[in-house]
């Protein structure tokens, strides 16, 4: 059968054992650190569930099992993510970055590299390591991040420098980074490793002058500050960096002039699981409206599913994610089927799951009516989580429609490419 929906053994036992992770021990300490107003202590209220989504390959399971991790599949990876994000997609965010900042290691950096940081990765025996994906940059003029590759020189685009002592043999880093995940680590003193994309020419733009740096923790030069208090997906923690004459052995650079096909290539990576986590947290809203829905009245003689208006925004609501879940499917299997690349098909899945999922929720706030602003139900934290889906992960409107749209511009592109499951080069011409 060549379209088969159902998860094979290995999935269902993954499922399975991601759900009872999610619901067991991860659910219980929620809505506490969630309610943290201290975001670095809303991070380390998590520590001890991530202790055992490491153990139990989370955290590193997408790695290739050459270098001790996982080696699962996109597909398998979709079926983890749902069930975490079901539960708490800031959570599932930590993870997810780990492999942010590592495929790319992967991908482009040399053999001697991936023994050296993959392993460390994957052989954590107390399992806190954790990785950050250090690329985005503060508001203001220049500043920001959609604009990554832009042509124009520095200060335009990336703007943390990595200046070349060739005589020492490393790399000397200045300026700041604000928005990276993970980066600060359990104790803010850091993660074991910050895979930065820097600017090692100057004078060059980011469609050539960008390249990427791991940064290990306790390097001197770096500091980190209080992480930023945000909207959703409370957390995760996201950083505020700060670079100042921080030297790197040059061993630790790769991807060198390559950071924007990088940068490209891991939020393509990362698509349909931005999207899957939409799924996540809209399924949960909906579980929780429907049953509402079959028991409360609102005043009135039945329960108010039996209100044709609200049972067909229930209908609505179970379309789109039924929609969505099919689409990042699709998204992550044609990751599978082509060597991680999916440059369109990946951003397509994670603007329209998020976007689409988020009216969703709302909507779901609809059908519950005013009880869904009480803070005793989760629908208004769903809602917060789902507010960051369109904005993260390569925000859809700078960097994700903009890629898609470079791709389907492009002469040689084939618009029955995902129908045919045929590959869609990317290359730098594209970005
Ligand atoms: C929970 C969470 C986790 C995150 N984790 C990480 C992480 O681990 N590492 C990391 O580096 N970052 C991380 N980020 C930041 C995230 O990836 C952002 O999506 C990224 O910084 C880009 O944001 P932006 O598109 O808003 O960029 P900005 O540069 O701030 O652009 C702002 C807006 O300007 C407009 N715009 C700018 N340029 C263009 C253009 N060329 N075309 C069209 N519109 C344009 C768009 O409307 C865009 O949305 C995280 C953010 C959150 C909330």
């Excluded at 989504?53 to 290739?64: C, E, N």
């Excluded at 790399?171 to 994309?197: E, Q, T």
């Excluded at 992480?227 to 630790?252: A, M, T, V, W, Y």
Aim: proline share 5%; with cysteine.
């Amino acid at each position: 059968m060549a379209i088969d929906f159902n998860l094979s053994g290995g999935q269902k036992r993954l499922q399975r054992i991601a759900r009872e992770f999610a619901n067991d021990i991860l659910a219980p300490r929620i809505c506490r650190a969630d309610e943290e107003p201290d975001p670095q202590k809303a991070f380390q209220e998590v520590k001890g569930a991530y202790i055992e989504a490491y153990k139990l390959g989370f955290a590193t399971g997408f790695i290739p099992q050459q270098y001790g991790g996982g080696g699962i599949s996109n597909l398998d990876l979709q079926v983890v993510s749902e069930e975490i994000c079901a539960i708490d997609p800031g959570f599932a965010t930590i993870l997810l970055v780990n492999g942010l900042a590592l495929m790319p290691l992967v991908w482009f950096g040399s053999e001697a590299q991936k023994q050296k940081w993959l392993i460390t990765a994957t052989s954590d025996p107390r399992g806190e390591y954790l990785a950050g994906w250090t690329v985005s940059e503060g508001a203001g003029s220049p500043g920001g991040t959609a604009n990554f590759d832009s042509p124009a020189v520095w200060p335009a685009g990336i703007s943390l420098t990595a200046t070349h002592d060739a005589a020492n043999g490393e790399y000397v880093l200045n300026g700041r980074k604000y928005w990276p995940c993970n980066s600060g680590g359990w104790d803010l003193a850091g993660a074991n490793v910050n895979v930065c994309i820097v600017r090692t020419r100057k004078e060059a733009g980011g469609d050539e002058g960008l390249s990427a740096i791991i940064v290990p923790r306790g390097t001197p030069g770096v500091q980190y500050e209080e992480p930023i208090s945000k909207l959703g997906h409370r957390i995760c923690q996201n950083n505020s960096i700060i670079f100042s004459d921080c030297r790197i052995p040059e061993e630790n650079a790769f991807a060198i002039g390559q950071g924007d096909l990088a940068i490209s290539r891991a939020f393509t990576w990362s698509g349909p699981v931005a999207a899957i986590a939409s799924v996540g947290v809209a399924r949960s809203a909906y579980e929780y409206v429907l049953e509402w829905s079959k028991t409360y009245t609102g005043g009135g003689p039945t329960p108010i599913i039996n209100h044709q208006a609200v049972g067909y925004a229930l209908a609505d609501i179970a379309m789109k994610i039924e929609a969505c879940r099919a689409f990042a499917w699709k998204a992550a299997h044609y990751l599978d089927s082509h060597e991680s690349q999916g440059h369109a098909i990946c951003a397509m899945a994670k603007v329209f799951c998020g976007e689409t999922l988020f009216d969703a929720v709302f909507k779901a706030m609809k059908v519950m009516g005013v009880n869904a602003l009480d803070r005793r139900h989760p629908l208004e934290r769903y809602l917060r989580e789902a507010a960051v889906f369109p904005l993260y992960d390569a925000g859809n409107m700078g960097m994700q429609m903009r890629k898609i749209w470079t791709v389907l511009r492009d002469d040689a592109f084939d618009p029955r490419a995902f129908m045919d499951l045929t590959a869609t080069p990317f290359d730098k011409r594209l970005i």
